[in-house]
């Protein structure tokens, strides 16, 4: 019995990280890349997943969050040709969101005076307090996310992230 126990505690934890170790060999280092961008890959997936669900019980997802969110962190009035490419989405993909959010009264879109393809988007006052009740309730994901984390661990991590995307 305490065999087993023993035994179990040295297995890796089930964090759905496959040891890559296997496949490269003695290439460690090609291991460890795949197995940080794979790390990076499954967080971001299980991260949007959990927060769909946290907003599906207000009717809102990740994609109508990051659509305000992105909305109110730039320049009033950003069009949304811009406003596509600051998210790195396709613009057909923005303007579906922006036709439900528009819909919803979250948003409002104008047409440029001088150039009439171009439209811009601006949160509504409903837009401002739906972005709001998102942010709290994705804050308190984060918050038991992130708990057993130190503060020196999320400053390395961010140091971490930082780094990675620079090289990209």
Known sequence: MATRRKQRSQDPPNDGI???SREFGSDRRAA??????WSIFVA???WKAKVDHALSTHE???AR??????????PKGITQADLAKFMRIEGPTLVRILDRLEADGLVTRRVDAGDGRRKSATLTDAGRAALAMQRRTVAALRKDAL????????????ALLRKILRGL
């Open 32 to 37: 460890s890349e795949l197995a940080l961008t």
């Open 18 to 20: 496959p040891d890559f």
């Open 60 to 62: 809102q997802t990740q």
């Open 65 to 74: 969050l990051e659509t305000l969110s992105s909305i109110a962190h730039r």
């Open 44 to 46: 971001a997936r299980k």
């Open 147 to 158: 708990a057993h984390l130190s503060d020196r661990e999320i400053d390395a991590g961010i």
